[in-house]
Every structure is written in C-alpha cells, then in structure tokens.
C-alpha cells in the first residue's frame, strides 16, 4: 500500500477484555516496529520485528502483551485483560532496511480507551 | 531509554524566527539519528536524518547538528511558520540496536 496502515483507528474496551491492534506495514519493508504513546507523552518502545529474525519484545510491559507478524508482513499486537493504564495511542512503523538504516514511516495509530 | 515525564517541554517562538530543538541521546553505539514532527492526531513524520560519520545536514529550511562527544543533537528551523507547531521527536538506532529509540519530545508553538 501507500503508507502504513493501522486499524481500528478507535477502539473502546471494557476493562478485562483482550483486544487486538493490526498493522499493515509498507509492502517491501522488513523492520516493523510497535510503540505506545500515552497523551502528551513520548513514544514507548514495545516490539521490533526485522525478517526472519527474532522479535526484540524488551519493551513489552508486561506478559499481557504479545505481538506477532505473519509471513513478514501484517503484524497483529495484542493486549489480554486489559487495564485502564492500557490507554493510548498505539503506533506501527515499519522501514526498508535493517539495523537501523533508514527512516521508519508511522501509521496513524490506534487510539485505546480501557473503561 | 529515556525517562519519560509528564509534560514535553516547550518552546514559544514568533513566526519568523528561528528555532532550535535539542535532543539528548543515550547510546553512544548509536550511528543513525532521525528527527520526526508529530502533529495532533497524527503519527510522526520524518523530517530529516543524519549519519554519526556527519556531523551538519541541511534541508529545506532545516539543519540538523550532531556533536557526538557529549551526545547531543539539534534541529534547526529556519523562519519558523505557524504550520511548524508540532512536536518534535529526536530518535536514534544503530547496527548493534536494531530498533529506534526516542526521545521525549518537545512541543513547538509559533505565534502569529
């Protein structure tokens, strides 16, 4: 596609629930990065995808998170027994080039409301 | 990575000046620095990046600054414009990382 996609773009979620955030990254690129950006806040690392390699999940907060991307491409974060201090904007980028090589391009993000 | 607080900083320009946004890294591994513009709503946008082998890179109105020695990195703009409000994000990586790290950011307001 033309950029990275992201859906829902809004997803309300009563707390406990699982939820599950898609992304549709850059077709071609190999790097595919999850981040979480709580309001007026920076952006958190939580997973890096490059290839056929193993994830880098040191950023995942807790074990309620997991990510996985199937055959190098979509990539799915999911979220178990969701909290409130779950809520943010959740934000993929994916880039061309391994180990940091170039610029990487940002969906729109999904907003997350835990109530 | 950086702590990250709970409010950005801020900094209030008047239209037609210019501005400079620092940036703290943390990893002195790091070889590729990238400088994003968030506005509301919206994920961040690259504006301009740098290699550590360079230590000034100019685009259109913008000048980023790399001073290795004590891991610091600025972004300049040039006779900032009401559509330059935003907040700008600093990130780093490198071949031994992988991934890409941010800063906190720093909210930009330009007055008419």
């Known amino acids: 596609g033309a950029g990275v996609s992201q859906s829902p773009s809004n997803k309300v979620t009563e707390k406990g629930k699982d939820v599950e955030l898609r992304c549709d990254p850059i077709?071609?690129?190999?790097?595919l990065y999850w981040y979480r950006q709580s309001l007026g806040q920076g952006l958190e690392f939580l997973i890096y995808f490059q290839g056929n390699s193993a994830p880098d999940k040191s950023g995942l907060p807790s074990d309620r998170f997991s990510a996985e991307r199937t055959g190098g491409s979509v990539s799915t974060l999911t979220i178990q027994r969701t909290q409130q201090e779950d809520s943010a904007v959740y934000l993929c980028a994916s880039s061309s080039r391994p180990r940091g090589g170039s610029e990487a391009f940002f969906g729109q993000g999904t907003r997350l409301t835990v109530v | 990575g950086e702590s990250v607080g709970l409010h950005l900083p801020t900094l209030s320009v008047q239209e037609g000046d210019n501005s400079i946004i620092n940036c703290a890294y943390s990893n002195s591994a790091s070889d590729y620095f990238i400088w994003y513009k968030q506005e509301s709503g919206k994920g961040p946008q690259f504006i301009i990046d740098?290699?550590?082998?360079?230590d000034k890179r100019q685009g259109q109105r913008v000048t980023v600054l790399l001073n290795k020695t004590v891991k610091h990195l600025s972004l300049q703009i040039a006779a900032t414009q009401p559509g330059d409000s935003a907040v700008y994000f600093c990130?780093?990586?490198?071949?031994?990382?992988?991934?890409?790290?941010f800063g906190k950011g720093t909210k930009l307001s330009v007055k008419p």
């Open positions: 077709s071609g690129h190999t790097a």
């Open positions: 990130a780093e990586t490198g071949r031994s990382q992988g991934n890409l790290i």
């Open positions: 740098i290699r550590s082998n360079m």
